[in-house]
T-cell receptor, first 111, second 112 residues
Framework: QEKVQQSPESLIVPEGAMSSLNCTFSNSASQSIWWYQQHPGKGPEALI?????GNKKEGRLTVYLNRASLHVSLHIRDSQPSDSAVYLC???????????FGAGTRLAVCP | EAAVTQSPRNKVTVTGGNVTLSCRQTNSHNYMYWYRQDTGHGLRLIHYSYGAGNLQIGDVPDGYKATRTTQEDFFLLLELASPSQTSLYFC???????????FGAGTRLSVL
């Protein structure tokens, strides 16, 4: 079974700063690694995914994947108070797109 | 945009009670999932399905049954609810393998 661990558990950054979140997974053969964002009282929403080693940029988001070290990171440039949420890392295991989620990183961006 | 609707949004029952959580998706997705979310554990997969009549066991299935009656509808059944099943339950759907999961708003269940 896939194991996904996230760090830190919580992160507080000032508005405009870079937020950096980390995730390790257990299966180097995993397919796309996903990041989901969850605001209070809502269900998670897909944020960004990455398949190939290296980085992927979308707007203020950059994801880095290193399969050799089983590590993926999410960086949010120019963090805004609206970015305050729980961020969940997820890796597929087995067939049928069965995703295993980490426990999440709670991000708070202070004005 | 994918729409996944869960009902009820909140439910309180007693130990030993019978509970059914409902989920409907309106985007013709093949895959549907039930997760529970608890502090410190994140989201854990209970059951999932890749079509009407199909059921697959997830990672934490004990005490839960599920039924996929149509492509749109997926139900989670707790026939003898226990306090350990107090949790936030999410339903999700996706078009297929490697596709985005779309989550409902969740059902908060309390078992007293």
């Amino acid at each position: 079974q896939e194991k996904v661990q996230q760090s830190p558990e919580s992160l507080i950054v000032p508005e405009g700063a870079m937020s950096s979140l980390n995730c390790t997974f257990s299966n180097s053969a995993s397919q796309s690694i996903w990041w989901y964002q969850q605001h209070p009282g809502k269900g998670p929403e897909a944020l960004i995914s990455i398949f190939s080693n290296g980085n992927k940029k979308e707007g203020r988001l950059t994801v880095y994947l290193n399969r050799a070290s089983l590590h993926v990171s999410l960086h949010i440039r120019d963090s805004q108070p609206s970015d305050s949420a729980v961020y969940l890392c997820a890796a597929p295991s087995g067939s049928f797109n069965k995703l295993t989620f980490g426990a999440g990183t709670r991000l708070a961006v202070c004005p | 945009e994918a729409a996944v609707t869960q009902s009820p949004r909140n439910k309180v029952t007693v130990t030993g009670g019978n509970v059914t959580l409902s989920c409907r998706q309106t985007n013709s997705h093949n895959y549907m999932y039930w997760y529970r979310q608890d502090t410190g554990h994140g989201l854990r997969l209970i059951h999932y399905s890749y079509g009407a009549g199909n059921l697959q066991i997830g990672d934490v299935p004990d005490g839960y049954k599920a039924t996929r009656t149509t492509q749109e509808d997926f139900f989670l059944l707790l026939e003898l609810a226990s306090p350990s099943q107090t949790s936030l339950y999410f339903c999700a759907s996706s078009a297929g393998s490697q596709n985005t999961l779309y989550f409902g708003a969740g059902t908060r269940l309390s078992v007293l």
